[in-house]
């Protein structure tokens, strides 16, 4: 069995640790992996079509199984990219998804801004999932969190709203008055 540290550390966001940061995360995260599942929706509608169009185009062997593959990808690791649960391998394989697509518009269409853009700046967001992770509102960190106490800093627990001495900090205990 893994060490929990060693899973904590899959798990941990490294990314910075301000209020407004982690919203603008989380809204990306949410938004780049909800709007990502049709293409997985639309590659399964018609995956000959898909197949023949996309796949061989590029020379990959066993154009069914790679179509299939890229599909199950996006249908299986947009959802999880979105609620943040294990984002970084969710992103890898998406990212993986969008670098075949560009290397396809590239072939098909040279480097045409056009046919380019949507894949890319996808690859991009996916980029930037697999290096810093889910953020401190995933649940990769609310799992960190769980396996090892001491993963995340107190900062980190402060803007999650984990750590008790913060939310108790405030408290102001009610006095009894006895008559």
């Known amino acids: 069995m893994l060490n929990t540290s060693i899973l904590a550390k899959v798990f941990k966001p490294s ?4 209020l407004p940061a ?4 989380a809204i990306l995260r949410v938004v780049v992996g909800v709007m990502m599942v049709h293409n997985g929706i639309d590659k399964l509608a018609n995956i000959e079509s898909f197949a023949k169009a996309y796949v061989e185009v590029i020379g990959l062997p066993f154009p ?4 299939y593959l890229a599909a199950f990808t996006e249908l ?3 959802p999880l990219l ?5 984002t970084r391998p969710a992103a890898l394989g998406l990212f993986g998804t969008m670098c075949v697509a560009m ?3 590239v072939l098909v269409a040279g480097l045409s ?20 992770g889910g ?17 995340l800093s107190v900062q980190a627990k402060q803007i999650m709203r984990l750590e008790k001495a913060y939310q108790v900090s405030g408290a102001v205990e009610p006095v009894e008055t006895s008559r």
Request: hydrophobic share 60%; aromatic share 18%; proline share 2%.
């Open 82 to 86: 979105a609620i943040g649960l294990l």
């Open 103 to 105: 290397y396809h518009h």
């Open 22 to 25: 982690q919203t603008a995360f």
């Open 76 to 78: 299986l690791g947009a």
């Open 135 to 151: 953020g401190l509102f995933s649940t990769d960190a609310l799992v960190a969190n769980w396996l090892d106490s001491n993963a």
């Open 15 to 18: 990314a910075t640790l301000t």
């Open 64 to 67: 069914i199984f790679f179509s």
């Open 113 to 132: 801004l056009p046919y380019l853009e949507l894949s890319a700046i996808y690859a991009a967001c996916f980029l930037f999932f697999l290096v810093s």
